[in-house]
């Protein structure tokens, strides 16, 4: 890449403190304007999950985008032409924009052993970001997660890091490529450790030696680095009681100077406000620790003076903050952000119809079929019969959002009525959302639009299917067996915690600092809820699965059991009460791939990349002393 330095160099002697100030700000899109960007100088905004401008669709992002990039580049005697980057999480497809590609989360993907398909789903993700006219995504999510009651452990590939380094390189690869036109910039995230925390719980303390650190949570960042990452976002962990957001050590010493890491490290939601509780030293400690650029969704004006204020007196040198200012620079030219057109006279912008193509959906369903695992196949019952007369039933059969998870459209995902409860930035009617290319009378109203539910991919291919509620009209003389597809249903982050008896409580309540009634009570609410479950246990988490594989059983017709889920859980009971079990993870919007494995038009090739426990206090690792769980790690049927 070309060597932008000296041209860093004279862009970071003309600025002023205020414009520098700016730059190494990214507040959320809700509580900025474009006008405000030029005003405080600021180098890049973001969405959360569910924020999202207009209808929701490719047009309305192009243009939101094109407007707060067009008051970055507005130059006069009080502002220079620093284009903005916008972020977005986009860690399973473009997955915030109604009609994107949704691929398998990264659990799968991991089962799929497969780095060739880990580039290309890279690439496709980059294609279907770069034509909403967005720069910069934060993934890939290289956690290595260590205990399955983690909320988050669907974002990871694998409890081992050998899968994880053998795949962060390829998909920022896939992500970055040259910067041509339909790539965008990577985020390494979270650093460091968050799969490692006490009892997996989501953001919580890491307590574990330096030389474990090292061997198992360090070296997919320095595959990532290796590769050319552009940014990487820190953990809201923290490791022996000290946030990682505010850790020299582990930021400055262990990634920018032993890693070598030379582009921008980013906080992540308002990570930095929980350092202290005074704002003004959060501040100071974050900045001296060595972040470049900070989420600070809601209260960046109040971050501006801080910092303003902590550089006049000392408190944090004018060297620590150019250095943050010239990562930041540096990031910008290495993306051609400076050569790039404006984001609504981009090709992608001007024509996105590879937005949702089929030729994107391909790719998904192709991770789907690869990233499905048998664990049971009693009587070699599977593959099925394409003629057979299959009754499908169960709570996930026939919904798009159920199957693809949290971080989809809203950011604990949605179902196929409406979001899943807690959505606090959303303003879409996902009631008046229907499929225009689906005319068919059992067409629902879905914010997943396009794709298949696991249903849908089964009637395609199976004429004698017919799909029940709840498996009551299970009929021996009508049906020779029934496909019961369970299991979990959406969450993101901490609310998809499983915390034990005594650890339920101490959820962060209101992640953001902020006034706004909306946005406080919103996130407050939701937090209420509390964590996913107490326990492991599916028959206790989702009693309403094992009640429909035991009705359909107790009429005497065999069970196949899909289960859509972002763990390993405990499954004795429903294991021994089907014929056959397969594991799909959440796959996303392609459906039909689970239809394509299941009737043997292709190979069941899926191994596990996470070891699956026999009872909810196991929590079982590759390479644990006595290692002894359900099913190991590796582990997956084939077809005879």
Same mark, same amino acid.
């Given at each position: 890449m070309k060597d932008y330095e000296a041209q860093i160099s004279a862009l970071l002697a003309?600025?002023?403190?205020d414009q520098k100030i700016g730059q190494i700000l990214q507040p959320e899109r809700q509580f900025i304007t474009p006008d405000e960007v030029k005003r405080y100088h600021i180098g890049s905004v973001l969405s959360g999950g569910g924020s999202v401008p207009g209808d929701n669709r490719p047009e309305d992002w192009i243009a939101m985008n094109d407007a707060y990039w067009a008051a970055s580049m507005e130059e006069d005697a009080d502002h220079l032409a620093i284009p903005l980057i916008y972020g977005v999480d986009a860690i399973h497809g473009n997955t915030n924009v109604i009609g994107a590609v949704v691929f398998p989360h990264n659990i799968g993907l991991g089962?799929?052993?497969?780095?060739? $398909? $880990?580039?290309? @789903?890279a690439s496709v993700t980059a294609k279907e970001i770069a034509a909403t006219g967005v720069d910069w995504t934060f993934a890939p999510t290289l956690a290595v997660a260590r205990n399955d009651h983690w909320g988050r452990t669907y974002e990871s590939y694998s409890e081992h890091p050998d899968i994880v380094c053998l795949y962060a390189p390829r998909f920022v690869k896939g992500l970055q490529g040259q910067f041509e036109e339909d790539k965008v910039i990577a985020c390494a995230k979270h650093f460091i450790g968050d799969g490692a925390t006490l009892h997996g719980i989501d953001q919580g303390d890491m307590c574990i030696p330096e030389e474990e650190l090292r061997r198992l949570h360090l070296p997919p960042y320095r595959a990532a680095v290796e590769a050319g990452v552009l940014s990487v976002m820190v953990s809201l962990s923290s490791w022996y009681g000290?946030? !990682?957001?505010?850790?020299?050590? $582990? /930021?400055?010493?262990? $990634?920018?100077?032993?890693? +070598?890491?030379q582009g921008l490290v980013i906080s992540d939601w308002d990570g930095i406000d929980y350092l202290d509780a005074d704002y003004a030293k959060c501040v100071v400690q974050s900045l001296n620790a060595g972040l470049d650029m900070f989420m600070v969704t809601s209260r960046w004006k109040e971050f501006i003076a801080l910092t303003k204020e902590a550089v006049l007196s000392g408190t944090v040198s004018m060297e620590r903050l150019d250095d943050a200012v010239r990562r930041i620079l540096r990031v910008k030219f290495l993306a051609n952000m400076f050569s790039k057109p404006r984001p609504a006279q981009r090709k992608l912008s001007l024509d996105h119809s590879c937005f949702g193509s089929p030729e994107h959906r391909e790719v998904a369903r192709e991770a789907v079929r690869k990233s499905l695992v048998l664990l049971k196949n009693e009587g070699d019952i599977l593959p099925l019969d394409k003629g057979a007369r299959i009754l499908v039933t169960g709570k996930n059969a026939h919904n798009r959002g159920h199957q693809c998870g949290g971080f989809t459209v809203a950011w604990q995902g949605v179902n196929d009525k409406q979001p899943i409860d807690g959505s606090i930035y959303n303003d879409v009617d996902h009631e008046q959302l229907r499929d225009p290319a689906d005319s068919r009378a059992d067409s629902w109203g879905s914010a997943i639009v396009g794709g298949t539910s696991v249903w849908e991919g089964i009637r395609a291919v199976a004429p004698n299917a017919v799909l029940s509620d709840d498996g009551s009209d299970a009929d021996p003389a009508k049906h020779d067996l029934a496909i019961v597809v369970i299991g979990e249903v959406p969450y993101a982050e901490m609310l +998809?915690? @499983?915390r034990v008896e005594g650890l339920a409580k101490g959820l962060r309540i209101g992640m953001g600092s902020t006034s706004d009634e909306k946005y406080v009570s919103g996130e407050a609410e939701l937090m209420k809820k509390g964590p996913y479950g107490t326990h492991l246990y599916l028959h206790q988490l989702h009693p309403e699965d094992l009640a429909t594989i035991q009705r359909v059983r107790s009429? +005497?017709?065999?069970?196949? !059991?899909?289960? /859509? !889920?972002?763990?390993?859980?405990? @499954?004795?009971?429903?294991l021994d009460a089907s014929q056959a079990f397969m594991v799909a993870w959440f796959p996303g919007s392609e459906g039909a791939g689970v239809a394509d494995v299941i009737f043997g038009d292709y190979p069941v090739q899926g191994r596990l990349s996470f070891s699956w426990p026999r009872y909810d206090d196991e929590n079982w690792n590759l390479g644990d002393p006595g290692y002894d769980p359900m099913f190991p790690y590796g582990f997956g049927l084939e077809y005879r």
């Open positions: 003309r600025m002023t403190l089962a799929a052993h497969d780095p060739d $398909l $880990l580039e290309k @789903i000290a946030k !990682c957001h505010g850790h020299k050590f $582990l /930021i400055t010493d262990l $990634l920018k100077k032993e890693l +070598g890491f +998809g915690d @499983i009429q +005497g017709v065999p069970v196949v !059991c899909v289960m /859509i !889920c972002g763990r390993p859980l405990v @499954i004795e009971q429903e």
